[in-house]
């Protein structure tokens, strides 16, 4: 029988602990990336319905303001009313100054 060379069984248990704790480590961190993309994926397609659903309601509202005029519409009950005049507001004077 040879001789082997060996290191001691407390050594090597710690370097099994290490290795597991890595091992577990890893599979977390792949576990998480795969969850992210998951999630990443929800928020994509969540965003694509809110583009969807934003320009179907200007074209329905478009449609509406071609019937009714410019009109505020209460959600509640469907009742409208005259939108207010949004007043022009004058451009702001613009002033150079020069430095003395």
Do not use: C, H, W
Request: glycine fraction near 4%; charged fraction near 30%; charge should be negative.
């Amino acid at each position: 029988m040879s001789d082997k060379n060996k290191i001691q069984q407390e050594e090597l248990e710690k370097i099994q602990a290490l290795v597991q704790s890595i091992r577990e480590a890893e599979g977390n961190f792949f576990k998480a990336s795969a969850q992210l993309l998951e999630m990443q994926k929800v928020q994509s397609d969540s965003f694509s319905a809110m583009q969807a659903g934003n320009a179907q309601l200007q074209s329905e509202m478009q449609a509406l303001k071609e019937v009714y005029g410019d009109i505020v519409i209460n959600l509640e009950n469907g009742e409208y009313e005259d939108a207010p005049k949004q007043e022009e507001a004058a451009a702001p004077e613009l002033t150079v100054i020069k430095p003395e």
